[in-house]
């Protein structure tokens, strides 16, 4: 999370983020894009845990490459465990309606 979050800053030539976004309670398969599907057209997961990437971002907030942190798309079950486990609360939980 770091060394992306690192990436995108330089990429955007800026020094922080005011807010950095975790847009879905799940991970997709790495390295393949993305929304990866495999030949049939079936999405592809990857079995990251969206705990474990929420405290990689608390991770930039604490060095200061972002000031806020939050999530999206997130149903209530899923915020709870989040709030369970993390030392910096979300500021939005930002939902896309269709």
């Given at each position: 999370?770091v060394?992306t ?18 847009h879905?309670?799940m ?9 990866p ?7 592809m ?7 474990e ?6 991770e ?6 972002t ?10 079950q899923?915020?709870?465990r989040?709030?369970?486990?993390c ?6 939980n930002?939902v896309?309606?269709?």
């Open positions: 999370m060394p979050l690192k990436k995108t800053l330089s990429d955007l030539q800026l020094d922080y983020l005011d807010l950095y976004l975790m879905w309670p991970a997709f398969k790495e390295e393949m894009g993305l929304t599907e495999d030949e049939n057209g079936k999405v997961y990857s079995p990251a845990d969206y705990v990437t929420y405290k990689a971002m608390e930039c907030v604490k060095l200061g490459l000031k806020s942190i939050g999530v999206s798309n997130f149903n209530s899923q915020i709870s989040l709030l369970a486990t030392t910096i609360k979300p500021v939005t930002q896309c309606v269709k």
